[in-house]
């Protein structure tokens, strides 16, 4: 697999990893988006169009909040220092992944959403972004249900559902994807390892995406 690149920039550990994630997700789709161009299917699984996808608008003077508000979680952890759990609104990830860099260059339009204990999200990804050159000019356009959690320093994210175009994928497609990781190489940058190492806990709880942090 493909392991998602190490990061740099605020809070990249929150919003960065899911960013990582899904788009590695994205790039294992548009593979199979060609090898079905190749069985002649090309029009049920792409797209000649992007999707519209919700859209959240923060001044830079809210990102600047938002993230130094990050960075005082993420500050106090490294300093040994007692804080409360950090938590974050479905809202406020997307203005942060409007600002990804990773998620602009590749041209995703992401949005997510929280339900219970999964994260729903609707994207839309031109396919030649991600090298697959026979499909220039066509998009991937599709939704998904995903769980995150982390216990004992271990990430896990790990597709539930995912629909392309109002269908369901084929069952022999989505079983070895529900069983990968998708968080599986995060561990793999020291930094990021030491940094997940201080957290008790990630879950999706109340709507929100929470944050907490290991009691000393």
């Known amino acids: 697999m493909t392991e998602p690149q190490k990061k740099s920039g605020h809070g990249c550990l929150f919003y960065g990893g899911i960013v990582a994630a899904v788009i590695l997700l994205v790039i294992l789709l548009a593979a199979y988006a060609a090898f079905q161009f190749t069985r002649g299917l090309i029009n049920q699984y792409t797209d000649t169009k992007p999707i519209a996808v919700p859209t959240v608008q923060y001044s830079d003077d809210q990102i600047k909040s938002l993230r130094d508000r990050i960075d005082g979680f993420k500050k106090a952890m490294q300093d040994g220092k007692r804080t409360e759990p950090l938590a974050l609104t479905a809202e406020e990830i997307n203005a942060l992944i409007a600002k990804n860099p990773d998620a602009a260059a590749l041209q995703v339009r992401l ?27 066509r998009y991937f356009n599709g939704s998904g249900e995903f769980l ?25 497609f989505m079983r070895p994807i529900q069983a990968e990781n998708f968080a599986a190489g995060w561990t793999n940058n020291p930094d990021f390892k030491a940094a997940l190492g201080k957290l008790q806990e990630v879950k999706i709880e109340g709507g929100k995406l929470v944050v907490v942090p290991k009691r000393e």
Do not use: C
Request: charged share 25%.
């Open 148 to 172: 995150l959690s982390l216990h004992d320093g271990s990430p896990q994210v790990k597709v539930k559902s995912l629909t392309v175009k109002g269908r369901p994928l084929p069952e022999n």
């Open 111 to 137: 949005y997510v959403t929280f339900d219970e204990d999964r994260i729903q999200a609707q994207l839309s990804v031109p396919i030649e972004k991600l090298g697959v050159n026979m499909l220039r000019g």
